[in-house]
């Protein structure tokens, strides 16, 4: 064997190693890419699903110190009213970032979604195009429901928000035996409307966790 074919075959193994060593690292790399992607958006969800809970809770608590404060035979109303304006101020906190989640829910799963559109486009095979279109329609239909699920709360959420504050208004103006006593049917109807509020966040948590067992079975494919 002359030195030139020798130096043919030693090119053509190096050539060859590196065609499987950068394969492999391409489809690492974009293993890694979708695995990511899905870690992302599960944090993500797990974070609106405990800001969710949160303001559940706070709605329970405001609600509890609400009917306290009104309750018939209050001994210190001065003091209960001090608590419940607390819980509207923490009320508000939790309720705005709710609100932002509303806001935000439709763009990060577009967001989620272009993305792998435009890696499944990198496909030339296309079996495995149509397998990436077909996974990605279904998890779309799947994160669409997060969104549409999400309707009912705003207007929930603003108009209890209105009603907890304006109470509150109401009684650091008049905060007498006479004035607990007029705002008591508006107070119960403000406590009902926190319930049909912690009733309109059940679609969401439930789409939420959808999802996220959905990314769990295979959405970083």
């Not at 035979?73 to 009320?91: L, R, W």
């Not at 967001?111 to 559109?117: I, L, N, Q």
């Not at 890696?119 to 279904?138: F, H, M």
């Amino acid at each position: 064997m002359n030195n030139r074919t020798r130096l043919n075959i030693i090119c053509n193994a190096i050539f060859t190693t590196t065609v499987i060593i950068g394969s492999s690292l391409l489809v690492s790399s974009c293993s890694s890419t979708g695995m990511e992607r899905s870690e992302k958006a599960g944090t993500s969800m797990d974070n609106v699903q405990k800001d969710i809970n949160e303001a559940v809770a706070q709605v329970t608590i405001t609600d509890t110190s609400l009917q306290d404060l009104v309750m018939p035979g209050q001994s210190n109303v001065k003091k209960a009213f001090e608590k419940y304006s607390d819980n509207v101020s923490k009320m508000e906190k939790d309720g705005e970032r709710l609100q932002g989640h509303i806001e935000k829910m439709h763009d990060q799963g577009k967001d989620y979604f272009e993305e792998w559109r435009t890696q499944g486009n990198a496909y030339a095979n296309p079996e495995i195009a149509a397998l990436s279109d077909q996974r990605r329609a279904d998890l779309t239909a799947v994160f669409a429901e997060i969104s549409s699920s999400s309707v009912g709360i705003k207007g929930n959420l603003k108009t209890y928000m209105s009603d907890i504050k304006e109470i509150q208004t109401y009684l650091s103006n008049d905060l007498t035996p006479k004035g607990v006593e007029s705002i008591s049917p508006v107070a119960q109807k403000a406590i009902a409307d926190g319930d049909s509020l912690k009733t309109a966040v059940n679609p969401v948590l439930t789409a939420l966790e959808n999802a996220k067992a959905e990314l769990k079975t295979g959405g970083a494919k």
